[in-house]
Nanobody, 126 residues
Framework: QVQLVESGGGLVQAGGSLRLSCAAS????????MGWFRQVPGKERELVAA????????YYLDSVKGRFTISRDNAKNTVYLQMNSLKPEDTAVYYC???????????????????WGQGTQVTVSS
């Protein structure tokens, strides 16, 4: 199993930007598709973005398309989520997750992911 540690969360005003990072250790990072989820109290965890092992295939939640970008740096064992034009409704705890997947597959279900980070809080003020 791979260990994941998120960083980069914080408080930002609406319209601002944040970049989340997720550092992986323990197993070969490029063997995993990666995803970013978010969760607010009382709601189910939702997939915000995902990227295949190859880095050539991505998925985005409709509400973040054009604002968020997921990317990975296999040399640094890190996946990123660049978040621009943030809105108050983006406020949540953001989790990094890993799926031991085939090379071009982009996972899109919570059940696909077997390893999770501890989460980082993102708060967007209006």
């Amino acid at each position: 199993q791979v260990q994941l540690v998120e960083s980069g969360g914080g408080l930002v005003q609406a319209g601002g930007s944040l970049r989340l990072s997720c550092a992986a250790s323990g197993r070969t990072f490029n063997g995993y598709a990666m995803g970013w989820f978010r969760q607010v109290p009382g709601k189910e965890r939702e997939l915000v973005a995902a990227i295949s092992r190859s880095g050539t295939s991505t998925y985005y939640l409709d509400s973040v398309k054009g604002r968020f970008t997921i990317s990975r740096d296999n040399a640094k064992n890190t996946v990123y989520l660049q978040m621009n034009s943030l809105k108050p409704e983006d406020t949540a705890v953001y989790y990094c997750a890993a799926d031991f997947a085939s090379y071009y597959y982009t996972p899109q279900s919570v059940a696909d992911f077997g390893s999770w980070g501890q989460g980082t809080q993102v708060t967007v003020s209006s």
